[in-house]
């Protein structure tokens, strides 16, 4: 069964400290993985679109990194902000019926002052 | 560029009702995505919508329906509403198909409120 599971669940850091985000995967066959920032209340934002052959895609302060060899792939934020409080979700695209997505339940992020 | 628009952005309505709700892509979108997203769910896929033609859909009752104009512009109707469809309701436009490493964007969302 195609599956995206996320960790952890929730998360709360000092602004200024860096932090991991977890994303496995049993989608098969992979077509790409992404990257969504979801602030409360709004639709979600795309950070990054990696496909089976990059394993490192930055966007400012956010890298995700991506080992399709063990279907797994991280989101790193530097420096964090108190703007970075929000939630983060992983999806991955299958090539089959047409690429459909199947996404992750998400991590809550908040940072505090 | 103007993003996605939705509307309405909120709405109440009670059970046993019907609600039509719109989407605007981007210009030059041709797939247009629909999702539920509840508290305790996360995103729910309802269906994917290019070129006037249903891609792909997601696992919800006959009741979720929806269509894509020639301008690309989509709605998506709920027919008996029931409490469990109180959520927000997002659309999501892409250039090529959703799943393509195209950038997805997402409008603000419908917020339906079932009593």
């Known amino acids: 069964k195609n599956q995206v599971e996320q960790s952890p669940q929730s998360l709360i850091i000092l602004e200024g400290k860096n932090c991991t985000l977890q994303c496995n995967y049993t989608v098969s066959p992979f077509s790409n993985l992404r990257w969504y920032k979801q602030d409360t209340g709004r639709g979600p934002v795309s950070l990054t679109i990696m496909t089976f052959s990059e394993n490192t895609k930055s966007n400012g302060r956010y890298t995700a990194t991506l080992d399709a060899d063990t279907k797994q792939s991280s989101l790193h934020i530097t420096a964090s902000q108190l703007s970075d409080s929000a939630s983060y979700i992983c999806v991955v695209s299958s090539m089959e019926y047409g690429n459909k997505l199947v996404f992750g339940a998400g991590t809550i992020l908040r940072v505090k002052s | 560029k103007a993003g996605v628009t939705q509307t309405p952005r909120y709405l109440i309505k009670t059970r046993g009702q019907q609600v039509t709700l719109s989407c605007s892509p981007i210009?030059?979108?041709?797939?247009v995505s629909w999702y539920q997203q509840t508290p305790g769910q996360g995103l729910q896929f309802l269906f994917e919508y290019f070129s006037e033609t249903q891609r792909n859909k997601g696992n919800f009752p006959g009741r979720f329906s929806g269509r894509q104009f020639s301008n690309s512009r989509s709605e998506m109707n709920v027919s008996t509403l029931e409490l469990g469809d109180s959520a927000l309701y997002l659309c999501?436009?892409?250039?090529?198909?959703?799943?393509?490493?195209?950038?997805?964007?997402f409008g603000p969302g419908t917020r339906l409120t079932v009593l």
């Open positions: 999501a436009s892409t250039r090529g198909l959703a799943g393509s490493t195209d950038t997805q964007y």
């Open positions: 210009s030059g979108h041709r797939s």
